[in-house]
């Protein structure tokens, strides 16, 4: 949510039962955002589900108490909700530190405004890094997408001139002496390799989606195989199941072929490690609860986290690893990833990376039924 949409928000007060408490502002409880209903002089009214997680506190030990206390600046708030008492502003919004029991204080955007009932004030809160991985989400959708047209027109535009550049080449290899055929050979065996590049491009496009159950452990364990017969010294593949994940509708082999991609790459950067016998991988699953990833929210989404304890990725390609073409690696393809984020895409989920020498995460989030 851009921000607390005032409008929005006296509709759902409104709409609620003008009878104080839960009833009347149970719709809040349905939003990802911190949001508690205050009276002017700080006294908690409401507070939601939300902001009861992040300040680890329970709702009925929060209603009732000052809430310009949970800040480490309460000045602020307090003079904050003054002015919406006293009409000078409609909304007014600053950035804060929001004190949480037995945790760091959390970098919080504060939106005060008003509501229709005079004397009381709504407070959303934005976390600060809750924001910049929306942001990023949003900034991964958006790439995604315009690498899939990219991708696609560049294919066609390249497809067309091939079979007329490798059949003139046989042509001209028929015509030739033969001493001169081995330059007919290179054009034609490079024109195969572009081939070979494009059908990979367009893969993901031409290929049916193939709905049925999905168990993700059973597509962690295919993948384990295949990357320990390839690479089987050296490599440890560890797993951290969460046995409870419901299966769900997806493309099985789509999804072996994305995880595979990830966990490819990963062996490969591990090189080093095979041959000092301590390279990693670790397969490790979770359940989320009501997460918001690409501009949508779940009530439940799956997590696959692909762990290894490589070199991590480069910094100069850190922000474009999953572009087309862009490779870590002398000799690499640069389409693993954007592959892979396809794949996933198709799924209506998302890959996250964070990387650092010694600890690189590729985090694949699917929605669960």
Not at 26 to 52: H, I, K, M, P, Y
Request: net charge negative; glycine share 6%.
């Amino acid at each position: 949510m851009d921000g607390l949409n005032k409008p929005y928000f006296s509709a759902v007060l409104a709409s609620s039962s003008p009878v104080s408490g839960v009833s009347r502002f149970q719709s809040f409880d349905l939003l990802a955002t911190l949001v508690a209903v205050v009276r002017t002089d700080g006294t908690v009214v409401f507070a939601n589900a939300a902001l009861e997680d992040a300040l680890g506190i329970s709702r009925r030990t929060i209603e009732g108490s000052q809430l310009p206390e949970c800040f480490t600046e309460p000045l602020i708030l307090q003079n904050a909700l003054a002015g919406a008492g006293s009409n000078e502003f409609a909304a007014l919004r600053y950035d804060a530190w929001l004190r949480r029991l037995n945790h760091e204080p959390l970098p919080v955007h504060v939106v005060v405004a008003q509501t229709d009932t005079p004397g009381e004030a709504i407070v959303e809160l934005l976390p600060l890094e809750q924001q910049a991985k929306q942001d990023r989400e949003e900034r991964l959708m958006d790439q995604a997408q315009a690498n899939k047209e990219l991708i696609r027109n560049l294919a066609h535009e390249i497809k067309n001139p091939l079979g007329g550049i490798r059949g003139a080449a046989q042509l001209l290899q028929m015509e030739i002496d033969k001493d001169l055929t081995e330059y007919t050979q290179v054009i034609i065996h490079e024109a195969d390799r572009l081939q070979t590049l494009v059908d990979r491009l367009l893969a993901p496009h031409r290929r049916p989606h193939l709905v049925g159950d999905v168990n993700i452990h059973e597509v962690c364990e295919r993948v384990r195989s295949l990357i320990l017969a390839e690479f089987p010294k050296g490599l440890w593949v560890m797993r951290d199941y969460d046995i409870s994940i419901p299966e769900f509708r997806g493309d099985r082999e789509q999804l072996i072929q994305a995880v595979l991609n990830i966990v490819h790459n990963a062996a490969q950067a591990l090189a080093e490690r095979m041959v000092a016998g301590d390279a990693q991988i670790t397969f490790k699953t979770r359940i989320a609860r009501q997460v918001t990833f690409g501009k949508q929210r779940y009530r439940l989404a799956l997590e696959l986290h692909v762990i290894d304890n490589g070199p991590g990725v480069p910094d100069s390609i850190k922000d474009r690893i999953f572009y087309p073409l862009v490779s870590g690696r002398e000799g690499g393809s640069g389409l693993g990833l954007t592959l892979a984020q396809t794949f996933v895409q198709q799924h209506h989920g998302l890959i996250e990376c964070e990387s650092r020498p010694g600890f690189t995460d590729f985090k694949i989030l699917i929605p669960l039924p």
